[in-house]
């Protein structure tokens, strides 16, 4: 399976700031994910990073809020603008290898934000 | 549409117990069912997936769960718990042309000595 690592792990942000976090995989990958786990909860997608177009925001998620790049098939950035207490989570970069349903997503270890 | 339920938020057993997680799922389409497993500190890690053919299948760390399309579920086991075996576990499901994993909302498992 694919190495992913995220930056930053962990983060403490003032409140309506932005924060970008990178995704790096060690091998070209079809698919990419961002996630956000909120505290104590399970994961939601927020959109799927396109190779050199926009992403694919799932429902309640915006770009302007969440705008994400993918310039290339190993490399994607989650930009978290504005932030407010509320965007406190975990947010976690997901691959799949071949874009195929049945095949497995691939996670990083995430980012911890918290804002103040 | 695709939704999964894991019952109880958090399981407790003891050391050399057996480990039962539940999972049930639906799905529109037959379904692709996958366990993970999410340590303190981390991103998640596959335990077993469920694509086609065999309906019990095996994991790593000794886990292994079975497909049940009559009762919709997918039920993690572990014969004996080990102390490392404390985490969060996810059931998610895919299916048919659709990429995207929904997740359940996880299970808690605590392993007392």
Same mark, same amino acid.
């Given at each position: @399976?694919?190495?992913?690592?995220?930056?930053? @792990?962990?983060d403490i942000c003032q409140r309506g700031t932005s924060l970008t976090i990178?995704?790096?995989?060690?091998?070209?990958?079809? $698919? $990419?994910?961002w996630?956000r786990q909120q505290p104590?909860?399970?994961?939601t997608?927020i959109?799927?990073?396109?190779?050199?177009?926009?992403?694919?925001?799932?429902?309640g998620f915006v770009?302007?809020k969440f705008?994400?790049?993918?310039?290339?098939?190993?490399? @994607?950035?989650l930009t978290v603008s504005n932030m407010s207490p509320e965007d406190s989570s975990i947010y976690?970069? @997901?691959?799949?290898?071949?874009?195929?349903?049945?095949?497995?997503?691939?996670?990083?270890?995430?980012t911890r934000l918290s804002i103040l | 549409?695709?939704?999964?339920?894991?019952?109880?938020?958090?399981?407790?057993?003891? %050391?050399?117990?057996?480990? /039962?997680?539940?999972?049930?799922?639906?799905?529109?389409?037959?379904?692709?069912? !996958?366990?993970?497993?999410?340590?303190?500190?981390?991103? /998640?890690?596959? /335990?077993? *997936?469920?694509?086609?053919?065999?309906? /019990?299948?095996?994991?790593?760390?000794?886990?292994?769960?079975?497909?049940?399309?009559? %009762?919709?579920?997918?039920?993690?086991?572990?014969?004996?718990?080990?102390?490392?075996?404390?985490? %969060?576990? !996810?059931?998610?499901?895919?299916?048919?042309?659709?990429? *995207?994993?929904? !997740?359940? *909302?996880?299970?808690?498992?605590?392993?007392?000595?």
């Amino acid at each position: @399976s694919a190495v992913i690592s995220q930056k930053p @792990s962990r983060d403490i942000c003032q409140r309506g700031t932005s924060l970008t976090i990178q995704c790096q995989v060690d091998s070209q990958v079809t $698919m $990419m994910f961002w996630y956000r786990q909120q505290p104590g909860q399970s994961l939601t997608l927020i959109a799927t990073a396109n190779q050199g177009s926009e992403a694919t925001y799932e429902s309640g998620f915006v770009i302007d809020k969440f705008p994400i790049s993918r310039p290339n098939l190993t490399f @994607s950035t989650l930009t978290v603008s504005n932030m407010s207490p509320e965007d406190s989570s975990i947010y976690l970069c @997901s691959v799949q290898i071949w874009g195929e349903p049945h095949q497995p997503q691939h996670f990083g270890d995430g980012t911890r934000l918290s804002i103040l | 549409a695709q939704s999964v339920t894991q019952l109880g938020s958090h399981v407790s057993v003891s %050391e050399g117990a057996l480990v /039962l997680l539940r999972c049930n799922y639906s799905s529109s389409v037959p379904p692709y069912l !996958f366990w993970y497993v999410q340590y303190p500190n981390q991103g /998640l890690q596959l /335990l077993l *997936k469920y694509t086609t053919g065999a309906t /019990l299948v095996k994991g790593i760390n000794g886990f292994e769960a079975e497909f049940k399309k009559s %009762e919709t579920s997918f039920h993690l086991t572990k014969p004996s718990a080990h102390m490392s075996d404390a985490a %969060e576990y !996810f059931c998610a499901v895919s299916g048919g042309s659709n990429y *995207k994993l929904t !997740f359940g *909302k996880g299970t808690l498992l605590t392993v007392n000595p």
